[in-house]
T-cell receptor
């Protein structure tokens, strides 16, 4: 059973370009969470999605950031017109359901560098 | 509101000596608590979790943590450190929000193990 798969592992973009980060949850998991880790900090919640639905995007910046989890295919975190402050590690996690006692399993992350 | 504080940003121990990583939490109800470990440029791995069962929780690689409600603490310990334990450790509280578990991370403790 493959774990949570994120790609690319490293992404370099110039200011103003778009970044697309992909996350395939573990088999059988229909709940996906995105977190951002700035240098020397802990992870901060961004968004929680179920298939075709955004459940909670309270941690996501209102502009330039969007997320989706389509019926088929991976979850996508999209950052438009990237700025240097977007440089961070972006982690995806998945769980089989949303109940409080379920573990979230994390991918290896995508490290975004904005030049 | 839920929050978590890791009291030490860096801990340094000698190989074979005990490890203590301190964590205090704030929660308005009985929390779910987790410790995750992150090795350099890797994803997060769950060490252990507390979900209102036994207060002493045993995890992988010889780690354990004790939930102390009176002290609002969930410190991570290991009797004897190994070189491979050098990593970043995150104390995490699960905050139930709208029926799902939003993870709130501490800032992390970087553990160094010296020969």
């Amino acid at each position: 059973n493959a774990g949570v798969m994120q790609n690319p592992r490293h992404l370099v973009r110039r200011r103003g370009q778009e970044a697309r980060l992909r996350c395939s949850p573990m088999k059988g998991h229909s709940h996906v969470y995105w977190y951002r880790q700035l240098p020397e900090e802990g992870l901060k919640f961004m968004v929680y999605l179920q298939k075709e639905n955004i459940i909670d995007e309270s941690g996501m910046p209102k502009e330039r950031f969007s997320a989706e989890f389509p019926k088929e295919g991976p979850s996508i975190l999209r950052i438009q017109q990237v700025v240097r402050g977007d440089s961070a590690a972006y982690f995806c996690a998945s769980s089989p359901s949303e109940t409080g006692k379920n573990i979230q399993y994390f991918g290896a992350g995508t490290r975004l560098s904005v030049l | 509101a839920q929050s978590v504080t890791q009291l030490d940003s860096h801990v340094s121990v000698s190989e074979g000596t005990p490890v203590l990583l301190r964590c205090n939490y704030s929660s308005s109800y009985s929390p779910s608590l987790f410790w995750y470990v992150q090795h350099p440029n890797k994803g997060l791995q769950l060490l252990l979790k507390y979900t209102s069962a036994a207060t002493l929780v045993k995890g992988i690689n010889g780690f354990e943590a004790e939930f102390k409600k009176s002290e609002t603490s969930f410190h991570l310990t290991k009797p004897s450190a190994h070189m491979s334990d050098a990593a970043e450790y995150f104390c995490v509280v699960g905050a139930l929000s709208g029926g799902y578990n939003k993870l709130i991370f501490g800032a992390g403790t970087r553990l160094a193990v010296h020969p």
